[in-house]
């Protein structure tokens, strides 16, 4: 398989950055920053 076409390097470049933003994603959602988070719904129970 050849690895320098412009193809390759394109979608590595897109699977990168979606596998990038999916980190990123999960650490805000799951990490230490998510206990300031607020549950609307759990919120809104009064």
Same mark, same amino acid.
């Given at each position: 398989?050849?690895?320098?076409? %412009? +193809?390759?390097? =394109?979608? =590595?470049?897109?699977?990168?950055? #979606? !596998? $990038?933003?999916?980190?990123? $994603? #999960?650490? /805000?959602? /799951? $990490? %230490? +920053?998510?206990?300031? !988070?607020? *549950? %609307?719904?759990? +919120? *809104? *129970? *009064?």
């Amino acid at each position: 398989m050849e690895t320098s076409s %412009p +193809a390759f390097s =394109l979608v =590595l470049a897109i699977l990168i950055g #979606v !596998l $990038g933003l999916t980190s990123i $994603g #999960v650490y /805000f959602s /799951f $990490g %230490p +920053a998510s206990k300031k !988070l607020i *549950d %609307p719904w759990e +919120a *809104d *129970d *009064d």
